[in-house]
């Protein structure tokens, strides 16, 4: 954990995917074939994105990575026909001859001897994806990003709360489950409960998701195992949401001194990614389900540039600057007068404030606005 969230300069390391993870058993979600090379489905793929390196055919190999895809297309096929068969049995043999992880050949072309003579020989695996090149790579980045990722479990409960992501931390017992259950029940959208799988995506993201066994339940303690989505229907679940905010849930502590202002950003790393980070002490009484809600609204505003404590702190600043000098200087035998504590304010009654016209943002969350004449005595 972060205190102040230094960001990682590089990102987590990827995952280890072989050949057969990323292209064996429909995993592409294309037609595919393996032509030659089955020793060799063990290699490793360590990179997400393909290369389509016509050039190494030709025999210029600078650049070509073999821990990627290789992808050969109608042009590189092309080019390989056009040689005279000695040359195309050369040129095939230098190309796999560079340790490949895998050759991926287009549009059902059914390679041609020479090519699947050095895979053989080289032990790398030759597939054919019965798609166009465009649409085989799309599927292969998009395979190989879910495959790679890096990726921890943690314990702990992810909601979707007015579309920000809350991830609830906790010991065992504290109550994360039954906040979830509380939010729920305020239209809120569950994504995972005890079990929280965590994935990084470019450019510094974490995802989460519920483990395959326990999606759509949380456990309650007297009542058992719940199925959230039987329950309260499809609209209560959610299979997987971006991190926006850790909650870290804790006893209330006499002896411990929470964030009264909430100035200054702690973070929770997860995946060398900082996460905002807020404490919430629990005790008998309060509201969390309520706490939860404006914890999400504050990341809403702060998305917007509306860091409500800063503001709030410029104004207190402002006002001590307008005070009469004499105030300002402290008490004639020499005594400062402390600024005035945050709890010592004078509360203002809310009212509700209803913008004209609805928005898809106002429809599912309100804004709240002091009354202008209360602030008016304050001021005076």
């Known amino acids: 954990m972060s205190a102040r969230g230094e960001v990682s300069e590089a990102p987590p390391p990827l995952r280890d995917v072989s050949v057969a993870d990323a292209l064996s058993d429909g995993r592409l979600g294309l037609p595919a074939t393996l032509h030659a090379g089955a020793s060799g489905l063990g290699r490793p793929i360590q990179h997400p994105r393909v290369q389509k390196n016509g050039l190494a055919l ?6 070509l990575v073999p821990t990627r895809v290789q992808v050969l297309g109608e042009t590189e096929l092309s080019y390989l026909e056009a040689l005279s068969p000695a040359e195309r049995a050369a040129s095939c043999r230098a190309f796999f001859g560079l340790g490949l992880s895998v050759v991926v050949v287009t549009r059902g ?25 465009s649409r085989t790579i799309n599927a292969l980045h998009a395979s190989l990003d879910e495959l790679l990722a890096p990726s921890t479990q943690l314990h702990g409960v992810l909601v979707d709360v007015f ?3 809350l991830l609830l931390l906790g010991k065992s017992g504290i109550g994360k489950s039954e906040c979830a259950l509380e939010l729920v ?39 058992g195992i719940l199925n959230v989505k039987d329950m309260f229907g499809v609209t209560a679940v959610r299979a997987r949401k971006r ?6 849930l804790e006893e209330w502590s006499e002896q411990r001194d929470y964030d009264r ?5 702690a973070h929770h790393e997860i995946l060398a990614t900082p996460i905002r980070l807020l404490t919430v002490p629990v005790r008998p009484g ?10 999400a609204r504050d990341e809403l505003l702060r998305r917007a540039g509306t860091f409500s404590a800063r503001t709030f702190l410029e104004r207190l600043n402002a006002a001590r600057e307008r005070a009469p000098s004499h105030v300002a200087a402290g008490h004639p035998d020499g005594e400062s007068i402390a600024p005035p504590r945050v709890d010592a304010l004078p509360s203002v009654p809310a ?17 709240f606005l002091p009354d202008a004449d209360l602030l008016g005595k304050d001021e005076e």
């Open 286 to 295: 309060r509201e969390m389900g309520t706490i939860l809600e404006m914890a």
């Open 163 to 165: 579309g920000v992501g």
């Open 109 to 133: 072309v059914t390679p041609a001897k020479p090519l699947v003579a050095a895979a053989e020989a080289s032990g790398t695996p030759l597939f054919v994806v019965h798609a166009a090149t």
């Open 185 to 223: 029940l305020r239209g809120h959208r569950l994504v995972a409960d005890d079990v929280v799988r965590c994935d990084w995506r470019p450019p510094g993201t974490v995802f989460g998701a519920a483990d395959e066994v326990l999606r759509h339940h949380v456990e309650v303690r007297g009542l």
């Open 243 to 248: 991190i926006d905010v850790v909650v870290r």
């Open 58 to 63: 030709a025999g210029h190999f600078r650049g």
């Open 351 to 367: 009212r509700r404030f209803a913008p004209e016209g609805p928005t898809p943002e106002t429809a599912e969350s309100s804004v």
């Open 261 to 265: 202002l909430g100035v200054d950003d």
